[in-house]
Each structure stands twice: as structure tokens, then as C-alpha cells.
């Protein structure tokens, strides 16, 4: 049962830490999404990618956060420093892109507390 | 920009009564349509989904329209149960299921014995 794996499920961290949140796409998609879930603000797409490669980021505050995939089988999004008001769910997901298009498959996500 | 609209919430039914969530969008082109479903604690799982106009997804009982000509897509299923209590999304995307998506607010659906 394929499924996106996103690691740790919840982060308690003090304000100023460094976070780093890790998603294992579906083996075999070409395209990896984070988004960010509160309250306030519904959904948001923070970055996504393709082929390992950034499509769009703009939705990502530049000056604390970076996405990555250092290779096809992980993709990390790192928070540093962490501020009360990234405390959210972020998820991840996967699907594939180009002529076998597919839906996007979503994690669990991480429940991220910043105090 | 492209955006979604979806009634507010929380809305609570009896079970076996009949749902309807009111979903409008705004897109240049033509886009596809998508309702994904969140149960408590999980991440989003994609309910159905429709690629062109006048199409329709269904699925597990759910059903939703492609209207074109009223830009909406909205969600409907003619007997609920208790186990569709969750929070339902309606999203859009430019090309297709991997490309990005926008996300309307979500609806939470409450259904009691």
C-alpha cells in the first residue's frame, strides 16, 4: 500500500530552534507539494517540485524557511529560526506529473508547536 | 488569481439525510475540479474529481458536476452516514491532478445518529 510517509507526526520546539520536517514521496512521483494547514488561513502552498527540482516557492517566507530534495526518495522543509506563527500542520504530498498525471497523494502531516 | 469559494460550516445532518456543499471557483482556462476529504487526525484523500466541463465524479456515493456555465462544483450525496463526518475541500488545479493546488476554506460535516 503505497503511501506519502512524513516524519516526525508532531513537533513541540521553542521559539528560535531549528525544525526540520521530512516527507517520503510515493516511490515512482515525480512531483513533491508541502502545504501548510491553520485555521486562519486554510491550505497553503508553500513549495513544490519536479523532478527534484523547485517549480514554484513563492508561497514560502523566504528569510526563515528552505524546501529541498537532496534526493527522490526524501524531501525536507526546514524552519529556522521558528517563530510562534509557523505553528501549523504541514503536509506533504506526491503524484506524478507529465503524461501519467495523477492526483496528489497527501501524508499525515506534521503537527508543528512553536512556544 | 485562481481561488475557490466553498459554503462555510459546520454543518450537522441526521444520518440518511441528504448533503449538499456549495462550491464556486474562479480560473482562466480550464481547469480540473477536486473534492479531497479530511478525516480527523489524517491527511487530505481525493474524493473524486472531473478534468472538463459537464463532467462527473463520483464516488462512494458522492457525486459532483463540472458547470462550466455557473462555475461551480458542488458536492452532493443523497444519504449520509455517520462515518462521512469529516471536512470536505474543494480545489482546483491549471493542468490536471499534479499540478498545484488552490484549496477552498473547507466545510466540516457532522452527521448524527
Known amino acids: ?115 | 488569481g485562481n481561488s475557490v469559494t466553498q459554503m462555510e460550516g459546520p454543518v450537522t445532518l441526521s444520518e440518511e439525510a441528504f448533503l449538499t456543499i456549495n462550491c464556486t471557483y474562479t480560473a482562466t482556462g480550464y481547469p480540473s475540479l477536486f473534492w479531497y476529504v479530511q478525516y480527523p487526525g489524517e491527511g487530505l484523500q481525493l474524493l473524486l474529481k472531473a478534468t472538463k466541463a459537464d463532467d462527473k465524479g463520483s464516488n462512494k456515493g458522492f457525486e459532483a458536476t463540472y458547470r462550466k456555465e455557473t462555475t461551480s462544483f458542488h458536492l452532493e450525496k443523497g444519504s449520509v452516514q455517520v462515518s462521512d463526518s469529516a471536512v470536505y475541500f474543494c480545489a482546483l488545479s491549471d493542468q490536471g491532478g499534479s499540478e498545484k493546488l488552490v484549496f477552498g476554506k473547507g466545510t466540516k460535516l457532522t452527521v448524527n445518529p
Open chain 1, 1 to 115: 500500500d503505497a503511501r506519502v510517509t512524513q516524519t516526525p507526526r508532531d513537533k513541540v520546539t521553542e521559539m528560535g530552534q531549528e525544525v526540520t520536517m521530512r516527507c517520503q514521496p510515493i516511490l515512482g512521483h515525480n512531483t513533491v507539494f508541502w502545504y501548510r494547514q491553520t485555521m486562519m488561513q486554510g491550505l497553503e502552498l508553500l513549495a513544490y517540485f519536479r523532478n527534484r527540482a523547485p517549480l514554484d516557492d513563492s508561497g514560502m517566507p523566504k528569510d526563515r524557511f528552505s524546501a529541498e530534495m537532496p534526493d527522490a526518495t526524501l524531501a525536507t522543509l526546514k524552519i529556522q529560526p521558528s517563530e510562534p506563527r509557523d505553528s501549523a500542520v504541514y503536509f506533504c504530498a506526491s503524484g506524478h506529473g507529465g503524461p501519467l498525471n495523477t492526483e496528489a497523494f497527501f501524508g499525515q502531516g506534521t503537527r508543528l508547536t512553536v512556544v
